[in-house]
């Protein structure tokens, strides 16, 4: 009896040691992925600046260097927490379902619509309208979830044709609903005074919106239904085997149908919010693409909502950053889509350091043997 326990100590020993490594193994991956893409940043900096260090300094730190600079980054960290967090939450169950770009676009537009015509109170229309932007998104990433369940239709395919029929439809209803006449350039009649967000605090002459709460608040309550509840352990499940989540008995296609919907969902709330929190009319002739920056944030965040604001912020610093290289230097800011794209490489490649971690992986059980022996 003592041996058959001892063994079972040892294999959860075993176990313990893996996870730990398979975890040091994707942060190690990811800054390494973050280090590598901002060195190939720099070297290109250095070859077509004429004055390459004033350019290096600036995107480094020119964002901490002035108040309202600092205040923009966290105003575009607000949008990019939302789509991030709704994306993480369709990763989960392992789907591809982008639909999150749309809901995004189709959610700032129905609080635009709500503010605009409601004749209630501004607490009263600031609901509605959130609430307004979310059920838009869970209509949305609905749509590609039911057409998978019942047709067998890819997820991936189906959420990107969304997108263009969601960005027709959302300019229809800019143009033809709530555009203001009267002005020469396109944008909706003005929110009534009142229905916005507010500030939260000022940075310089940047006023940071109650977005940011809200963002908070959602990231807070995503993590404890992940990880502190019994659906969330079963989305978990359901992503790493959905068929042995089936063989145990869980309702794997209703799950996976409800990340999709909530994911979308907290999309939609984060147009809302941009609308109330940053915005007096509508002005978006096209999806402004939060969406998809939203697979670069939850790539960053490893799918862990808590990490989402940090990749957040990051990806909203670097983009300021490459501003106001554009502004000060000849460096275009268009730089930064090299950062983007070696960041997902690297962390999409499933090589990159796994000879690491096998070889970490081997060592452990090697060591864990021969104490047993």
Sequence with gaps: MSKILKKDRKQYEVRDKVQQIERQFEVLRTVLAIAIAMVIVLVIIAFVSSEPLTAIRTLLIGPLTNMRQLGNVITLMIPLTFTGLALTVVFKSKRFNLASDSAFYLGSLIAAYVGIFSTLPPLVTIIIALVGGAVGGFILGWIPAILNRKFGAGELVTSLMLN????????????????????????SYPLPEGVNLG???NLGITKVHWGLLIALIVV???YLVVYKTKWGY???TTGLNEKFAHYTGLNTAKIVLLAQV?????????GAVEMLGNHKTFRWTASPGYGFDGVIIATLARNNPVFIPVAAFFLAYIRIGADMVNFASDVPAEIISVVQATIILLIAAQSFLGKWKQRRIVQATMETQIEEA
């Design 164 to 187: 263009y029929i969601t960005g027709f439809f959302v300019l229809y209803v800019f143009n033809n609903v709530i555009r203001n006449p009267q002005q020469n350039s396109l944008m």
């Design 199 to 201: 500030n939260f605090f």
């Design 220 to 222: 807070l309550i995503a």
């Design 234 to 236: 079963a989305l978990r």
């Design 262 to 270: 909530i994911g979308t969902g907290i999309a939609g709330l984060g």
